[in-house]
């Protein structure tokens, strides 16, 4: 266990506990809201409280203009975001792994040269988001379903468009194990094309799935923060029409950034408080993969001449 | 097949796919009523075939902004050279930023500063935007200076700097950090020892016979890095206000009348030729690189 790999596990263990069981320890939720009041106190100094409230003792991350507890908007959003994010990348990597290991333990094509590329990839003009904003955008505005079936509508749709990237990658190193001696001498002493599968190319994938699960996690983060920058949020968008306003419904992280990006001039803990939050539950995420990658290298690895 | 039939049969896929893709949001619809989601298949195809009927009327080729009626060819012709100059640069610089930085990455014993890259490269496009942006807003409020815009307010002044700053950047940390590691990977061979056996020199060997075998694996990864340029593009065109073609298409894409399939349509298939453009000049650049350091 190497302190990288460490400092990950601690983060995101950590996040994941604030949101689960955040809520019975916050000061405030999300049913109580600071209303605009006017205080006198025995110095006969008066005080106008007007939301929103910058942080301070009683509100740690502040409020937001409408006087909600930010700190209990960001635990109640975390839920969202942590669990939607786990489930696509689990979706994403059991069934494109599948597809991959299968495409490329039957196929009958070599590891692809490096320096060949389809015209085909001319569609990569197209970002995966907007794929996803194209499906979404008709969807996504004041929906009469609830929160969870949007979050789900979206989780599905995440899941589809990855599923092919990950096929393809596994498929890759698939090949390449392949070709291996040993899996000809269990072909040679009469193994089926299951026990091949499961006691030879998936125990030397496993590391690979697991690296892969962690970034594929750290991918979905970036395209549920994407979207929200165009108004696509996980679980919903309430639209407000005077003024036009596009509120979160779940208060999920990334809409909290996407809902919040006009406080970057003034007001602005309401915009960087999910910001940091995010950013630092990537890390997380990030260190795993890092302090994983590191793991599994000390076990075999060449060095640099130089 | 020959060649030339396989070619144009994926170039009419690709036109197929734009045109079954754009027509998504007029396809999916909730339901009014109970919020279940609803396929209509005819909206679609509708939209489909009054695309290919508007082309000899010219009604494909105008679309509705706000409530004006618009050309597309002249309204395009701006946003193109916008687009096209920030991608350009951003590519062509990034580019060649990415792979000088990455031999540099490559073999520098500065562990902090390979950890610093890991760090950004993880970050996403968007908030690597903001956070330049924080950084401008923080330095105005505690100095007064405003050292660059942090976004266009009108076409007038545009903001130009950090949107510059931005567009190389971001595919320079992908390429940065690809050039490290195949050239990592590259020093591990045999051969470079036995050229360092043979007593020559360290630039020598970097350049001469690793560099050469690193771009392949570059000149492979072209399509990733233009994957990441365009992807950026959507998002710093949006978050720095650029009159751009995403922003064209994006901002007009819906309104009160619906959606316009046919803008999608030709704001995507601008997009594509863009991408050809592109990808044309970074071939050449990588091919240029070829040719310098080949011995």
Do not use: C
């Not at chain 1, 910001?275 to 590191?294: C, D, N, P, W």
Request: glycine share 8%; proline share 4%; net charge positive.
């Amino acid at each position: 266990m190497n302190k990288t790999l460490l400092t990950g596990l601690l983060i995101t263990i950590l996040m994941l506990a604030a949101s689960f069981f955040g809520q019975y320890f916050a000061p405030h939720d999300l049913s109580e809201h600071v209303s605009i009041d006017y205080l006198v106190d025995e110095n006969g100094e008066s005080n106008l409280i007007v939301p929103p409230l910058a942080p301070n003792s009683s509100y740690p991350f502040g409020t937001d203009k409408y006087g909600y507890d930010m700190m209990a908007k960001l635990l109640a959003g975390a839920k969202y975001t942590i669990i939607a994010s786990l489930a696509v990348a689990v979706v994403r990597i059991a069934a494109g792994g599948i597809i991959g290991l299968l495409i490329g333990y039957l196929s009958k094509s070599k590891p692809a040269r490096t320096d060949r590329v389809p015209i085909w990839n001319v569609l990569n003009g197209i970002p995966i988001f907007i794929i996803v904003w194209m499906v979404m955008i008709g969807v996504t505005m004041n929906p009469s379903a609830s929160p969870f079936t949007m979050a789900l509508i979206l989780s599905v749709v995440l899941a589809l468009v990855g599923i092919p990237s990950v096929a393809s990658t596994v498929k890759e190193k698939t090949l390449v194990i392949r070709e291996k001696q040993f899996i000809l001498s269990a072909k040679s002493i009469g193994a089926g094309h299951w026990t091949i599968i499961r006691t030879h190319l998936f125990p030397h994938l496993k590391e690979s799935f697991l690296i892969l699960f962690v970034q594929e996690i750290v991918l979905i983060l970036g395209l549920f923060g994407q979207l929200a920058i165009f108004n696509i949020f996980v679980g919903g968008t309430t639209m407000y029409f005077d003024p036009v306003e596009y509120v979160s419904r779940t208060n999920e992280w990334s809409g909290l950034i996407g809902q919040a990006r006009n406080n970057l001039f003034i007001n602005q803990w309401i915009l960087v408080i999910p910001l940091i939050a995010y950013i630092v539950f990537i890390l997380g995420f990030h260190l795993i993969s890092i302090g994983l990658e590191k793991l599994y290298k000390q076990k075999f690895s060449k060095f640099s001449h130089i | 097949m020959a060649k030339v039939t396989r070619v144009s049969f994926i170039i009419v896929g690709i036109l197929l796919f734009v045109l079954v893709f754009a027509m998504f949001p007029a396809v999916l619809q909730p339901d009014r009523l109970d919020g279940s989601l609803q396929f209509q298949w005819t909206k679609g195809l509708s939209s489909i075939s009054g695309y290919f009927k508007g082309m000899a009327g010219g009604e494909t080729f105008r679309y509705m902004s706000g409530t004006n009626e618009l050309s597309f060819w002249i309204e395009i012709g701006r946003s193109f050279t916008v687009t096209f100059t920030y991608m350009m640069i951003g590519a062509v610089i990034g580019m060649t930023i990415g792979i000088l930085l990455g031999i540099y990455f490559a073999v520098t014993r500065a562990h902090w500063l390979k950890r610093l890259l890991e760090l950004t490269s993880v970050l996403p496009d968007f908030v690597i935007v903001m956070l330049l942006q924080f950084l401008i807003v923080f330095i105005a409020s505690e100095t007064g200076i405003v050292v660059f815009q942090v976004a266009s307010f009108s076409t007038d002044e545009p903001a130009v700097a950090l949107p510059l700053l931005s567009t190389i950047i971001i595919p320079a940390i992908y390429m940065i950090r690809n050039v490290a590691l195949h050239m990592n990977l590259t020093l591990t061979e045999d051969y470079i020892s036995f050229a360092k056996a043979r007593g020559l020199g360290k630039r020598y060997i970097i350049f001469y016979h690793a560099l050469p075998n690193v771009l392949p694996f570059v000149k492979a990864d072209l399509h990733k890095f233009m994957a990441i340029l365009f992807g950026n593009l959507f998002i710093f065109e949006y978050l720095y206000n650029l009159g751009g073609v995403t922003m064209l298409v994006f901002s007009n894409a819906f309104t009160r009348e619906g959606y316009q399939y046919s803008l999608v349509v030709n704001g995507i298939f601008t997009l594509l030729l863009l991408y050809a453009i592109i990808f044309a000049v970074l071939k050449a650049l990588v091919y240029g690189w070829g040719k310098v350091f080949a011995r």
